[in-house]
Nanobody, 127 residues
Framework: QVPMAESGGGLVQAGGSLKLSCAAS????????MGWFRQAPGKEREFVAG????????YYGDSVKGRFTISRDNVKKTVYLQMNSLKPEDTAVYYC????????????????????WGQGTQVTVSS
């Protein structure tokens, strides 16, 4: 069973919105911080947003601050990424991942701190 399953990607015009979802399985969802990353063609994967295990700490990459919002529903075992005011440079494959460590209070941006990656969902923003 795939530990993370992303959905919600698609094609949208610049200025539009999308909401990504990531359904988790396996380790107890509510015990772990979650993160969203993205990878554009020819570029390294980069941190987009993270949320700690009890949703009282979030952190965003500089390029998405003020436009994207991460949230989680521990009952549904799902993490979300609301993306507003989308730009062509947001075009990428978006991945969710679960923190390796239990009960992390402060979100980390380090990719190596995350495990259980999903297969990704494509987001394409047209100009």
């Amino acid at each position: 069973q795939v530990p993370m399953a992303e959905s919600g990607g698609g094609l949208v015009q610049a200025g539009g919105s999308l909401k990504l979802s990531c359904a988790a399985s396996g380790r107890t969802f509510s015990n772990y911080a979650m993160g969203w990353f993205r990878q554009a063609p020819g570029k390294e994967r980069e941190f987009v947003a993270g949320i700690n295990y009890n949703a009282d700490n979030t952190y965003y990459g500089d390029s998405v601050k003020g436009r994207f919002t991460i949230s989680r529903d521990n009952v549904k075992k799902t993490v979300y990424l609301q993306m507003n005011s989308l730009k062509p440079e947001d075009t990428a494959v978006y991945y969710c991942a679960r923190d390796r460590s239990l009960w992390r209070v402060v979100v980390t941006t380090a990719e190596t701190a995350y495990a259980d990656w999903g297969q990704g969902t494509q987001v394409t923003v047209s100009s």
